[in-house]
């Protein structure tokens, strides 16, 4: 049981419910864990049973689970194999970027380049998968998907944003969803007031990417948000290469959560001239060895 892709779940929900402060009786959406861990909703729904069990959460009466004072008082376990995870992840995201990863390859060949179990590895690997970089070959192996790796490619990055996302704010079909959009509000308002000092580069790639796409998302055209999707799967790798300035990743957010604010009163005008200006923002810091 304690192995289960469940059981390895607990420690980030635990986690979750510390970072954002959630109070006893907070009901946890089995969607929104899901989102956040990416993973689909049966595991998550699996934890969330085991915790119940281990008194950490409360059965809530609408139905699902509710924090529990356990959860409050519990320290999350295995963080150091979380961390660990954390830095292999990274380790084989760095390679590839540098090449020293060929485009295929097999776990046995992962096992012993990395000080890895095939344990780690399988999370690992099922997490490249869910982030689009990878895919599993027919009947053995692996192979990575080519992303950008030039710095001009990646400027060319930023000026397709530029063309794209503001037009998505100013689509006729544009339609505001506002309970997606406050989710993310909350998640860059950890991000601002400190959160991002701490957060691993994936956590902050992730955190960013995830508001852009719902503001793609909510465009109504369907072709925004695929090429923007493709483009963060392409982008993934060369931003985790970048070192992280905190202090301009923190400046990040805040631009977010100015952006969010113009679309949750309907300023969408504003709000498409404020992601304009965001992006040229972004894009020149990053001609410097900047991240996020």
């Known amino acids: ?171 006729a079909d544009f339609t505001l969803d506002a309970e997606a959009l406050r989710r993310c509000r909350d998640e860059q308002q950890l991000l601002a007031e400190g959160r991002v000092f701490e957060a691993s580069p994936a956590e902050i790639f992730d955190a960013n990417t995830r508001l852009h796409e719902t503001i793609a998302r909510c465009s109504g055209n369907a072709f925004i948000l695929d090429a923007l999707r493709r483009l963060n799967r392409l982008r993934r790798l060369i931003e985790y290469q970048k070192s992280v300035d905190r202090q301009q990743a923190q400046r990040r957010c805040q631009e977010h959560l100015q952006l969010i604010d113009l679309l949750l009163e309907d300023r969408r005008e504003e709000a498409a001239l404020f992601m304009t200006q965001h992006l040229r923002n972004a894009a020149e810091e990053k001609q410097e060895p900047a991240a996020s």
């Not at 049981?1 to 979750?16: E, F, V």
């Not at 085991?50 to 139905?63: K, W």
């Not at 970089?133 to 192979?143: I, V």
């Open 1 to 171: 049981m304690g192995n289960t892709l469940a059981s390895r779940l607990i420690p980030d929900i635990l986690t979750y419910i510390a970072s954002h402060q959630l109070a006893v009786g907070t009901r946890l959406p089995e969607r929104v864990l899901a989102e956040r861990l990416r993973v689909s909703r049966s595991p998550v729904r699996s934890a969330l049973q085991q915790m119940a069990e281990q008194a950490l959460l409360l059965r809530h009466p609408e139905g699902g689970f509710a924090v529990a004072a356990g959860a409050l008082a519990a320290t999350p376990p295995a963080r150091e194999e979380v961390s660990t995870n954390e830095r292999l992840y990274l380790a084989i995201a760095r390679d590839r970027i540098e090449g020293e990863l060929p485009l295929k390859v097999s776990e046995n060949e992962l096992l012993r380049r990395y000080p890895i179990t095939r344990g780690q590895l399988t999370d690992i690997l099922r997490r490249i998968v869910q982030e689009g970089w990878a895919e599993r070959l027919p009947g053995y192996g692996w192979s990575f998907v080519e992303g950008l790796t030039s710095p001009a490619a990646y400027a060319q990055s930023y000026r397709f944003r530029l063309l794209i996302e503001p037009a998505g704010i100013r689509e």
